[in-house]
């Protein structure tokens, strides 16, 4: 997102230059720009702020706070080893920045650029203000492919592509530490929040850290891939089928750029076929999942409006607070929507076709509004990311003008991607029986009414118009680039086998 970053500010050469690493969405050592910069300095120290304004905001949820927790916790003792400090400090950002420039004369403030909620970004503005007032130089650098200030579409790939393919940085030997006390880190208790964690059995989520995310990305990259396009769309195969890197990337205990890396690594040397031809699945959605941050960089507004105001006032009046409440507690009596929502809510995950069967069949067969509806999920998902978040709720729910209407039917997902009815099963024990409820819509009716909305908003002028605004600030590009990774020795270039199940089209997942 632009913001009014600080100018970099005249610093006297007889002045120690002391730097705050400042962490956010990137709780790692490895390929962390800010930290290998701070190892120049003086003295330096690292501080991770948990801010009231996250945890009250409604995409929030605890077991994001435990996960990262989950990954300060081994950080800040590799940090200590090198001598740096990793202060830990609950807060809003401006009072904890004040406190800290107090206790230690910080001169330069580093940090990785967030691309987040509208909080974040109205934070931001008001660091940099801060920052200014106090002759901190704030210096931000990038750490995915998305670019700040980006003045056109075109080219964007090849950007993405040079970035990905740049060295990847070194995690630092040594640094001249401040002399900080770094104390106990807060538990979810003292911060006032339960009931979920990687211990917990109400709630096990994924488990946090930069070695777990490495675990999982080599675990992935040398033999998980293998069957990942025929594992992708059934919610039975893709659990253990998928990277599950999401949650990792979203709070950067791996860097997307070694993802990338390793990756066209594990292309470039492995002789079976399939897992290459896994790999270049997976390569390419890396890429999208910029693309769709990319939008909320360029449009932060996404976040709350529609990218096509054509849409405007088409399902705000008629949000019924019983069907959200069913939609939510899995009791919509399409057993499908139910076991997915109730397993999304237990476990924190769900693969991409089944997150946007439950936003087509709110949005389109119970005509909520994708704003309640995302808050919720956004609440759900471990690996909330704003910016593919908001991207996916409005493609799913019709509201880009530029994307064809999809209109999930829950029953036929079911018959091909759950066709002996093992998943319901699993989360749905009482289907069949007079305990379960009858469907809430009539389907027949509810699409017919949704699809007559959305194609009469289609059909307007003002729609027609708005979309092709819409496609020129942020529809995708042919980048000249190979459309699923790319391939890099002879070895690759034969012929990918037949994938027995079709994997979701591009478009079905993005735009
Ligand atoms: C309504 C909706 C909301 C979503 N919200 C999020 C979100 O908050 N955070 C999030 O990371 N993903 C989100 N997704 C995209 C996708 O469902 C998840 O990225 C994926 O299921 C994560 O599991 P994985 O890491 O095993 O994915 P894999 O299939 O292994 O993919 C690898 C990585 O590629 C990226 N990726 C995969 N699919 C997409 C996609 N369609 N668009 C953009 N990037 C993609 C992700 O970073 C993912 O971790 C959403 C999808 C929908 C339909």
Same mark, same amino acid.
């Given at each position: 997102m632009s913001q009014d970053t600080a100018q970099p500010m005249p610093v006297s050469s007889s002045m120690p230059r002391n730097a705050l690493v400042w962490f956010k969405?990137?709780?790692?050592?490895?390929?962390h720009q800010p930290l290998v910069h701070a190892a120049m300095f003086d003295a330096c120290a690292g501080v991770y702020i948990i801010e009231p304004e996250w945890l009250a905001c409604p995409e929030f949820d605890s077991q994001h706070l435990d996960f990262v927790l989950q990954s300060l916790l081994p950080l800040r003792t590799a940090l200590a080893e090198r001598g740096l400090p990793l202060l830990v400090r609950a807060g809003s950002t401006l009072p904890v920045l004040e406190s800290l420039q107090r206790e230690f004369h910080f001169t330069h403030l580093l940090s990785h650029e967030e691309t987040g909620s509208g909080w974040t970004y109205q934070r931001d503005i008001a660091v940099a203000r801060w920052c200014k007032a106090h002759q901190v130089q704030w210096q931000e650098w990038a750490q995915t492919g998305v670019v700040r200030r980006l003045q056109q579409r075109g080219g964007w790939a090849k950007r993405w592509q040079s970035f990905m393919d740049s060295p990847r940085l070194a995690a630092p030997k040594g640094f001249a530490g401040a002399a900080l006390d770094i104390s106990d880190l807060p538990t979810l208790k003292a911060l =006032?929040?339960?009931?979920?964690?990687?211990?917990?059995?109400s709630r096990p989520i994924q488990a946090g850290g930069e070695r777990a995310a490495w675990e999982v990305l080599n675990a992935f990259v040398q033999? =998980?891939?293998?069957?990942y396009r025929r594992a992708l769309s059934s919610p039975l195969t893709a659990e253990?089928?998928?990277?599950?890197l999401s949650a990792h990337l979203a709070y950067g205990t791996v860097s997307m750029r070694c993802v990338h890396q390793s990756t066209e690594a594990a292309i470039a040397q492995t002789t079976e076929r399939d897992l290459a031809f896994g790999l270049r699945g997976f390569a390419g959605r890396l890429r999208w999942h910029c693309h769709f941050m990319q939008k909320l960089e360029d449009e932060p507004a996404i976040e709350f409006q529609n990218f096509s105001r054509a849409y405007d006032g088409l399902r705000e009046a008629h949000f019924n607070r019983d069907y959200f409440d069913a939609w939510c507690e899995g009791q919509t009596g399409y057993p499908m929507v139910d076991a997915c929502m109730r397993s999304l809510r237990a476990t924190g995950w769900l693969n991409f076709r089944m997150r946007a069967m439950l936003v087509s069949f709110a949005s389109n067969h119970l005509w909520l509004h994708w704003r309640e509806t995302g808050q919720f999920l956004a609440r759900q998902f471990l690996d909330f990311e704003p910016g593919i978040h908001w991207s996916q709720m409005q493609m799913q729910s019709g509201t880009t003008g530029i994307n064809t209407f999809r209109i999930y039917s829950p029953r036929k997902q079911a018959e091909d991607h759950d066709p002996q009815g093992v998943f319901i099963n699993r989360w749905v024990p009482e289907f069949g029986t007079a305990a379960y409820p009858s469907p809430i819509v009539d389907e027949r009716i509810a699409v017919k009414f949704a699809k007559d909305q959305l194609y009469g908003v289609r059909g307007t002028n003002e729609a027609r118009a708005s979309a092709n605004t819409v496609q020129e600030r942020h529809g995708s590009r042919k980048s000249g680039l190979p459309a699923q990774g790319r391939i890099k020795n002879t070895n690759q270039q034969r012929k990918p086998p037949k994938p027995r199940v079709t994997e979701p089209s591009p478009q079905l997942e993005m735009f």
């Open positions: 969405r990137d709780l790692r050592l490895r390929d =006032g929040c339960s009931n979920c964690g990687i211990n917990s059995p033999g =998980g891939a293998m069957g253990t089928g998928c990277s599950r």
